[in-house]
């Protein structure tokens, strides 16, 4: 099991931009799958961004070209860059581990969860 702890939320203005990090403990990071998903109340948590062990990356459609997934295997962390906030991008974000894969395309979350981070983006 990973354990995951992420930092860097907060409220910010339209436009503006915000670097989430994600720390995280255990075994085998570096060939973990690794994403950020975004929950707002009443929907389903959604995949903003996922990175292989590899650094093969993937977005949703909303964030492509405003949002950056990394990762630093020396350190365990993988961080998600956000630029050109808009209000819309307004929710908690989760680190998750072990994001299954088929072919290039995420099909489900790992069973380990951050506790998420709020990011609030005014208008």
């Known amino acids: 099991q990973v354990q995951l702890v992420e930092s860097g939320g907060g409220l910010v203005q339209s436009g503006g931009s915000l670097r989430l990090s994600c720390a995280a403990s255990?075994?085998?990071?570096?060939?973990?799958?690794m994403g950020w998903y975004r929950q707002v109340p009443g929907k389903q948590r959604e995949l903003v961004a996922a990175?292989?062990?590899?650094?093969?990356?993937n977005y949703t459609d909303p964030v492509k070209g405003r949002f950056t997934i990394s990762r630093d295997n020396t350190k365990n962390m993988v961080y998600l860059q956000m630029n050109s906030l808009k209000p819309e991008d307004t929710a908690v974000y989760y680190c998750?581990?072990?994001?299954?894969?088929?072919?290039?395309?995420?099909?489900?979350?790992?069973?380990?969860w951050g506790q998420g981070t709020q990011v609030t983006v005014s208008s």
């Open positions: 998750n581990a072990g994001l299954k894969y088929r072919l290039d395309t995420v099909v489900a979350p790992g069973d380990s």
């Open positions: 255990g075994r085998f990071f570096t060939i973990i799958a």
């Open positions: 990175i292989t062990g590899s650094g093969r990356t």
